[in-house]
């Protein structure tokens, strides 16, 4: 059974720095495409980063600059290390895990089948 376990949330002020991890089991992630995505309580669920399998990476616009994705295979695990915060980056956090489709498809919510229960971070002005 596939469990993806994210860490490393909390509260921090803004343009203060956190680090996120996703831990993997029950899969080799370096099989998958991984990603992390973002929801806002009543809000739809949106990409934040993706990176594939030789470890090219998709980064939405909003983020892009401040967050980075990485991979490492030999740990199965996901980060994503967050700076710069603003207080709109507060949302849940998930991690998941999906096939290889392209680069192209890295932001797409249905290329994941496999998803964390999240981490929340709170970043206060």
């Known amino acids: 059974q596939v469990q993806l376990a994210e860490s490393g949330g909390g509260s921090v002020q803004a343009v203060g720095s956190l680090n996120l991890s996703c831990s993997v089991s029950g899969a080799v992630a370096s099989n998958y495409a991984i990603a992390w995505f973002c929801r806002v309580s009543g809000k739809e669920r949106e990409a934040v980063a993706g990176i594939d399998l030789i470890g090219g990476r998709n980064t939405a616009e909003s983020v892009k600059g401040r967050f980075t994705i990485s991979r490492d295979n030999a740990k199965n695990t996901l980060y994503l290390r967050m700076s710069s915060l603003k207080p709109e980056d507060t949302a849940t956090y998930y991690c998941?895990?999906?096939?290889?489709?392209?680069?192209?498809?890295?932001?797409?919510?249905?290329?994941?089948?496999?998803w964390g229960q999240g981490t929340q971070v709170t970043v206060s002005s």
């Open positions: 998941a895990l999906g096939a290889n489709r392209g680069h192209g498809r890295l932001l797409k919510s249905e290329t994941y089948g496999h």
